[in-house]
T-cell receptor, first 110, second 113 residues
Framework: GQQVMQIPQYQHVQEGEDFTTYCNSS?????IQWYKQRPGGHPVFLIQ?????EVKKQKRLTFQFGEAKKNSSLHITATQTTDVGTYFC??????????FGSGTQLTVLP | DAGITQSPRYKITETGRQVTLMCHQT?????MFWYRQDLGHGLRLIYY???????DKGEVPDGYVVSRSKTENFPLTLESATRSQTSVYFC????????????FGPGTRLLVL
């Protein structure tokens, strides 16, 4: 079935540095969602992208959907310790199921 | 507004025992889902339900049973627990299939000895 590759698996940054995580698919996606999971917590929905080339911003977070709808990125500007957690991308494939990427675990060093 | 709750939050059981994990949502969402989360595997879908009395298998359904007699409840049963079922289990719900935002419960941490 369809899958996405999410990179990097881990990322350590100094507080104030930028951070980017990528999701790549070999097939065209109808949409993509991004979730954040704090350590010990549950996934929390951040955003959904649907249109080719779509860019959405939430404060310091910028989300992009590629022109070919095969890749997406999440960029955080000037990371803060509150950004710590694992960021997952997901997409709805066949049979009405969400498939999640393996996640990028972000550590922010103070 | 309680949202989506799971019980128990932590469970220790032994191999071969039957275990039921409960999930309850107060939004009257049509869709409900069960995922397991393991290191190195991310979130994997076990079962999902589109409405009361409608359930379907996800990616990893073996060893699990679900039911949905009421819209708000979606219990997950491990009929004969195995050590490989040690995991964190998340229940989630969404309003409709068009709305792919899923709202997750706090999770149940299950240890099978």
């Amino acid at each position: 079935g369809q899958q996405v590759m999410q990179i990097p698996q881990y990322q350590h940054v100094q507080e104030g540095e930028d951070f980017t995580t990528y999701c790549n698919s070999s097939t065209t996606l109808s949409n993509i969602q991004w979730y954040k999971q704090r350590p010990g917590g549950h996934p929390v929905f951040l955003i959904q992208l649907v249109k080719s080339g779509e860019v959405k911003k939430q404060k310091r977070l910028t989300f992009q959907f590629g022109e070919a709808k095969k890749n997406s990125s999440l960029h955080i500007t000037a990371t803060q310790t509150t950004d710590v957690g694992t960021y997952f991308c997901s997409f709805s494939g066949s049979a009405r199921q969400l498939t999640f990427g393996s996640g990028t675990q972000l550590t922010v060093l103070p | 507004d309680a949202g989506i709750t799971q019980s128990p939050r932590y469970k220790i059981t032994e191999t071969g025992r039957q275990v039921t994990l409960m999930c309850h949502q107060t939004w009257s969402h049509s869709y409900m889902f069960w995922y397991r989360q393991d290191l190195g595997h991310g979130l994997r879908l076990i079962y999902y339900s589109a409405a009361a009395d409608i359930t379907d298998k996800g990616e990893v359904p073996d060893g699990y049973v679900v039911s949905r007699s009421k819209t708000e409840n979606f219990p997950l049963t491990l009929e004969s627990a195995t050590r490989s079922q040690t995991s964190v289990y998340f229940c989630a719900s969404s309003e409709s299939w068009r709305d792919e935002t899923q709202y997750f419960g706090p999770g149940t941490r299950l240890l099978v000895l």
